[in-house]
C-alpha cells in the first residue's frame, strides 16, 4: 500500500535514554515533516526536510536530531530523553514544500512516546 | 510561533445535522487546509483552498476562507456518527504550515 509509515507504533523508555523513531513514505514525495503532538492535541512542527536538505528547524532541543539518509526516508533521534519529550510524534510528506502547487501533507499513524 | 485557532473547542450535534467549525490565523497566507485526526490516529488531509479562492467544495465539505478576516470555516452536512473526530486548520506561509488548536466534533448516532 503507498503510505507513510512510522516504527515503532509506541516506544516506553526511561529517563536519559537515546531512541529513534523511523518514518518512510513510498508516495514519492520530496518533502518529509516531524511533528510533536501535545496532550492537548496541538500539533506543532519540529523539521522538515526537502530532497534530503533541511528547510525547516523550529526552536527545538538539540537533544532531537533528524536524519535522512534519502528522500523516503527521514529518521529522528532523540538523546537523553525527558519527561517532557512524552507524546505523539507524527511523520508527513508531501509532494512540495508548504507553499507550492503540491503541498498537501499526508500523514504517518504517529508514534506514542511515553518517557517515564 | 504564530498558531491557528479553531473555535469552537467541542461542538456536540446530532446525526443529520451540519456542523461548522471555523478557523482564525493571523498571517498573509499562500493556502488553508483542513485536516481530520481520528482519536489514536494520523491526520487525514481533507481539502485545500488557496489564498486567491473564497469557497471551496468536496463531497459533504464546504470550505470557505475571508482573508479580510484571516479567517475560514469548514461546514459539515448531514453529518454521520463516522464524522467524530477532531479537526484542525493549517495556514501556509513562507514555507511552514501552521497547526490551529483543532476542534473536537461528537456526532450522535
Known amino acids: 500500500d503507498t503510505a507513510v509509515s512510522q516504527t515503532p507504533k509506541y516506544l516506553v523508555t526511561q529517563m536519559g535514554n537515546d531512541k529513534s523513531i523511523k518514518c518512510e513514505q513510498n508516495?514519492?514525495?520530496?518533502?518529509m515533516y516531524w511533528y510533536k503532538q501535545d496532550s492537548k492535541k496541538f500539533l506543532k512542527i519540529m523539521f522538515s526536510?526537502?530532497?534530503?536538505?533541511?528547510?525547516i528547524n523550529e526552536t527545538v532541543p538539540n537533544r532531537f536530531s533528524p536524519k535522512s539518509p534519502d528522500k523516503a526516508h527521514l529518521n529522528l533521534h532523540i538523546n537523553s530523553l525527558e519527561l517532557g519529550d512524552s507524546a505523539v510524534y507524527f511523520c508527513a510528506s508531501s509532494q512540495d514544500p508548504p507553499g507550492l502547487a503540491g503541498d498537501e501533507q499526508y500523514f504517518g499513524p504517529g508514534t506514542r512516546l511515553t518517557v517515564t | 510561533s504564530q498558531q491557528g485557532e479553531e473555535d469552537p473547542q467541542a461542538l456536540s450535534i446530532q446525526e443529520g445535522e451540519n456542523a461548522t467549525m471555523n478557523c482564525s490565523y493571523k498571517t498573509s497566507i499562500n493556502n488553508l487546509q483542513w485536516y481530520r485526526q481520528n482519536s489514536g490516529r494520523g491526520l487525514v488531509h481533507l481539502i485545500l483552498i488557496r489564498s486567491n479562492e473564497r469557497e471551496k467544495h468536496s463531497g459533504r465539505l464546504r470550505v470557505t476562507l475571508d482573508t479580510s478576516k484571516k479567517s475560514s470555516s469548514l461546514l459539515i452536512t448531514a453529518s454521520r456518527a463516522a464524522d467524530t473526530a477532531s479537526y484542525f486548520c493549517a495556514n501556509t506561509n513562507a514555507g511552514k504550515s501552521t497547526f490551529g488548536d483543532g476542534t473536537t466534533l461528537t456526532v450522535k448516532p
Open positions: 508516495l514519492g514525495h520530496d518533502t
Open positions: 526536510y526537502n530532497n534530503k536538505e533541511l528547510i
